[in-house]
């Protein structure tokens, strides 16, 4: 008796086992899955934030941040530009920054600890500015400009922590 309750109990952890190494790949994938990325709503999970976006600043730091999460979104009226400046120290994980064309297409911007300026040529059309991760932990500051017709409003979703 005491023998099948050993194999019943050793079955079930190995099944468990199996179902969580099946999850965590699936996260992993999230992560250069641009299909998913380029879509208009997103998903993530946070185990810590603090901190957020305030109008076209970006300050925060997070723990076991894994998924795809909009920052802001910019409705461009004419051709014009789009400046982010960005830094981020990430002390561990998988992290990037990415632009979100209107037609859905995924450009990254900034990856890992990076401090840095990008300049982009935009057409008229709505843009989204995304964070992306893998199990990452860090911190992150970052602004957005623009020049030309253009409204850009704080993804909701994300808010502040």
Request: proline letters at 1%; glycine letters at 10%.
């Amino acid at each position: 008796m005491k023998r099948k309750i050993a194999v019943c109990f050793m079955v079930i952890v190995l099944l468990l086992g199996l179902m969580c190494g099946c999850d965590l790949s699936k996260q992993e994938s999230v992560y250069t899955d641009y299909s998913k990325i380029g879509g208009d709503s997103d998903s993530f999970s946070y185990s810590y934030c603090n901190g957020g976006t305030e109008n076209t600043e970006l300050s925060m730091t997070f723990e076991g941040f894994s998924g795809y999460d909009t920052l802001w979104i910019i409705d461009a009226k004419e051709k014009g530009t789009l400046t982010v400046d960005f830094e981020s120290k990430i002390d561990s994980g998988k992290f990037k920054v990415v632009l979100v064309t209107p037609n859905r297409e995924v450009k990254n911007l900034f990856e890992q600890s990076q401090k840095d300026s990008v300049t982009i040529d935009i057409e008229k059309g709505r843009y989204r500015i995304k964070i992306v991760g893998h199990k990452s932990k860090g911190e992150v500051t970052g602004a957005i400009k623009t020049n030309g017709d253009m409204e850009i409003t704080e993804a909701e979703a994300f808010g502040n922590w």
